[in-house]
Each structure stands twice: as structure tokens, then as C-alpha cells.
């Protein structure tokens, strides 16, 4: 089974201005994400998740979001609900930080600057939502809102010394496709093989055009770093 921790307490200080949480202590094996026994777990563990959070619509009302704002790292994450993934995914994810980055570089090197204009025409292709590049990575593929983990890398993983038990951590939680878990994960020390087979057995193969959109979620989280 997947362990996911939970805080036993959290609470406010400086009158509310910063914010604490304690979780239990686990003992976690060297390298234990590694593990290829622990891999199949995490990636069955995080399907059941997936397919298991997308049945209970009691929670999310078949909308995308979260009832509060949560972070990835420092950044806050505009979780306002919405019955469209691909409005949620562009206007409250990709847009902002696609915006931001071209500031940065505009501001720093000029408008003429490459990269720059490599951005301004990343954004004109990609945020809007009637463009060839959406079309052609969304239509006819049917997205039904799961709890992600929001930022599922090997590092936000791990294994109980005794047990050996999959244990993941840390998250950046919302109602989003189960498919950008995935894409994460593939990121700064890539999960194994075996991962990946655990969790299409357990949830299915994966829809078309999935490697493409793979590419587009991790485009996001890059941009915020």
C-alpha cells in the first residue's frame, strides 16, 4: 500500500502572517524511491489515487481546482474551480507563467531579444484555447478530474526502512488530468520502467496524443522555476 503523509498539526504564527505544519517521522531507506519494488507500488498506489478521487465526485463536482490556494515551492497555485481543463490548465496555469517569463526576459535583454520572442511566440501558439496546437492535443480526449499529487518527483518520494513501503510526500495537490502526475514524474531523475507499466496496468493505457501532452505539462512546471 501507499503511505501519504499527513500533518498531525498545523497552525499560525506572527498573527497569522506565516504558517507551520508537523508531520509524523518516517524512517526512509537511502534511495529508496529506486527501488523496483517500490516503483510498482508508487505507481499502483498513485493510480488507485487517480481513478479512485475521479469516482468520488462528491468532492470535486466534476470541476477542476481545490477548495483553497496550495504551492508548488514558493509559488502559489490559482486553484478557482472550473468545469474545463483546458480553460484551467491555460488561464490559471501556463498563461501566468508564460506571461511572467516573458517580462523577465523582456526586461532584462529587450523585446528583440531571442528567447524573448521565442516566448511571445510560444504564448500566441499555445494560451489560446482555439489554437491548432490545443486542438490538436485535447480534442476527443476525455479528462475526468483526479487528485494529483502536483508534484510527484523522485525526490518528493520514498521507502520505509522495515517495511520497504512506498511513501510519497510534499505534494502541490489539485483537481487536475491524472496524466500531469505523470509528466512530473519523468522529470529530474526519471522514474523506472517498470513505474510507468504498474500504473498503465492499473489504470489503463494511456489516451492518444499522451507524449505530447506530456511535453506541455512539463513545459509548465519548468517555466516556474
Known amino acids: 500500500d501507499l503511505l501519504v503523509t499527513a500533518p498531525v498539526l498545523v497552525g499560525t504564527i506572527d498573527s497569522g502572517l506565516r504558517a ?13 524511491a529506486a527501488i523496483p519494488d517500490v516503483q ?5 498506489g498513485m493510480a488507485r489515487i487517480h481513478q479512485a478521487s475521479a469516482e468520488d465526485t462528491d468532492s470535486h463536482r466534476g470541476q477542476f481546482g481545490f477548495g483553497e490556494i496550495t504551492y508548488l515551492g514558493p509559488l502559489p497555485q490559482d486553484n478557482r474551480w472550473t468545469s474545463n481543463w483546458v480553460h484551467f490548465f491555460i488561464a490559471q496555469r501556463l498563461q501566468p507563467l508564460l506571461t511572467t517569463a516573458l517580462k523577465r526576459f523582456s526586461n ?11 516566448l511571445c511566440t ?3 501558439r ?5 489554437s491548432d496546437v490545443v486542438s ?21 518520494c520514498g521507502a520505509t526502512v522495515k517495511e520497504r513501503r512506498a ?23 526519471r522514474f523506472s520502467d517498470e513505474f510507468y507499466t504498474a500504473y498503465h496496468d492499473a489504470r489503463g493505457p494511456p489516451q492518444a496524443r499522451f507524449a505530447d501532452r506530456q511535453l506541455i505539462y512539463r513545459l509548465h512546471y519548468l517555466l516556474q522555476m
Open 136 to 156: 490538436y492535443l485535447f480534442d476527443g480526449i476525455n479528462i475526468c478530474p483526479s487528485l494529483v499529487h502536483g508534484d510527484l518527483f523522485m525526490g518528493n
Open 20 to 32: 507551520y505544519s508537523i508531520f509524523p517521522w518516517i524512517h526512509l531507506a537511502p534511495f529508496g
Open 126 to 130: 499555445i494560451i489560446q484555447e482555439d
Open 167 to 189: 511513501v510519497v510526500y510534499d505534494p502541490a495537490s489539485f483537481y487536475g488530468h491524472d496524466e500531469y502526475d505523470l509528466a512530473l514524474s519523468s522529470m529530474w531523475g
Open 122 to 124: 510560444l504564448g500566441t
Open 40 to 44: 510498482r507500488a508508487l505507481a499502483t
Open 108 to 118: 532584462s535583454y529587450g523585446t528583440s531579444n531571442e528567447t524573448a520572442n521565442a
